[in-house]
Structure formats: structure tokens, C-alpha cells
């Protein structure tokens, strides 16, 4: 029959190339879109875990979704990370300021938690000023200064956290008075990522980590 030899012979072969052709396409495609993301992510996940293995204080997941949350990091290389994280710990600053300005209108009453809020907003004003000259350090590939003053900001957010469990500032009236750090959070967040952005530099330059 005609019908059928025009079949098996022409219609078989397209269907058969033109299913070939689509799986190979979708082969491609998922292959190519993993390979990406793998080489990208895969960066992060070993410079984290690098990090929290020659630091117990660092947080091996808060370090992964830190710097997976900026879409840049999937194609940064290891400075660009440090950029990154920098970024990060700049924003953190900033956002930990403001904050600060707010609770002092709440706390108009106790000066112990007023003079402690103080400190801190100055010691923020200080860590973001770090963190620029931090950043600039990774751009100009100077990894020393990157170093020392990503080490700056860690020890404002160290030092805002210890001064409210010290009770040397405060009058003597206030002593025995038991004060809670309402910027626990926001003092580990920039201990973390200043520690992530340390390790980093040690990375880039083995002889002075
Ligand atoms: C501060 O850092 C944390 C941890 O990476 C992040 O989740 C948060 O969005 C940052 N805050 C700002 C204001 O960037």
C-alpha cells in the first residue's frame, strides 16, 4: 500500500530525528545549567566550609546563605566574595545604626541603657568606616589592610555585645541593675560576616593568616 510504504519510510525516520533532537536539546540544557550552578555554588560552599574549619566561631551555614543571597556570588571568584561579604557587613552597619537611633527613643528614661546605646551607635559609625577601607583593600588586592580592618569592625561588634554584660560604666546607682543587649542579633550578624570576610583574606594570602 502507498499509504503505508510513505509512512515507514519518511514519516518514521523524521518523528525518530526529531525526537532525538529534543532530548539532546533538553540533555544540553540541563547540563549546561548545572555545570553553572555547581561551579558557582560549589565556591561558596568550600570557601565556607574552608572558614568554619580554621574558625569554631564561624556559622559554616549562616556563611553559605550570607553570601548566596547576593546573585553575584555564583560567578565571584574568591575576592569577589570577600567584596561581597563586605558589602554585606557595610549594609549591616548601616541598617544596625539606624536601629540604634530608634531604641534610643525608646529608651529615653534609663541612662545605664542610653550611654550603652551610645557607645554602640559610635562603635557601628566606626566598623562601617573599617569595612570601607576594608573594601578597598580587596579591590587594590592589598589583603593586609583587608585584614586588619575587617579585624576593626569584628572588635566594634565584640565590644558593643561585652558592654552591656560590664558594669564599669555604669553609676553607682545603677549597680546590682541587670542589662540585657537588645543588639545581640545584630552584633552577631557583623561578628559572622567579618569573620567570613577574615577568612577570606587569610585565603588570599596564606603568609600572614
Ligand atoms: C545583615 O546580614 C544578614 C546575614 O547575612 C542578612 O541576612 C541581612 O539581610 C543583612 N542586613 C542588611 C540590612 O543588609
Not at 80 to 107: F, M, P, S
Not at 123 to 129: G, R, V
Not at 131 to 151: P, Q, V
Not at 161 to 172: I, V, Y
Request: with cysteine; net charge negative; glycine share 6%.
Amino acid at each position: 500500500m502507498p499509504c503505508r510504504i510513505i509512512w515507514s519510510s519518511f514519516v518514521t525516520p523524521i518523528l525518530v530525528l526529531v525526537l532525538i533532537i529534543i532530548i539532546s536539546c533538553r540533555e544540553y540544557r540541563t547540563a549546561a545549567s548545572s555545570s553553572l550552578g555547581a561551579a558557582g555554588g560549589e565556591l561558596v560552599r568550600h570557601t565556607c566550609r574552608r572558614a568554619a574549619r580554621s574558625n569554631p566561631s564561624l556559622n559554616l551555614d549562616f556563611c553559605v546563605a550570607s553570601l548566596e543571597a547576593d546573585p553575584r556570588s555564583s560567578s565571584a571568584d574568591l575576592r569577589g566574595l570577600g567584596v561581597i561579604v563586605t558589602h554585606l557587613a557595610e549594609a549591616n552597619a548601616t541598617a544596625t545604626q539606624k536601629r540604634i537611633v530608634d531604641l534610643l527613643a525608646e529608651y529615653s528614661s534609663d541612662t545605664g541603657e542610653r550611654n550603652r546605646l551610645e557607645d554602640c551607635k559610635d562603635m557601628y559609625s566606626d566598623a562601617f568606616d573599617d569595612l570601607k577601607d576594608a573594601e578597598a583593600g580587596f579591590y587594590s588586592k592589598r589583603y593586609r589592610n583587608a585584614n586588619l580592618f575587617l579585624g576593626g569592625a569584628l572588635d566594634n561588634a565584640v565590644d558593643c555585645e561585652d558592654s552591656w554584660q560590664e558594669s564599669c560604666f555604669t553609676p553607682s546607682f545603677y549597680q546590682g541593675h541587670k542589662y540585657s543587649s537588645p543588639l545581640t542579633t545584630e552584633n552577631y550578624n557583623m561578628e559572622q560576616l567579618c569573620r567570613i570576610g577574615l577568612a577570606i583574606t587569610a585565603f588570599l594570602s596564606p603568609h600572614f593568616s
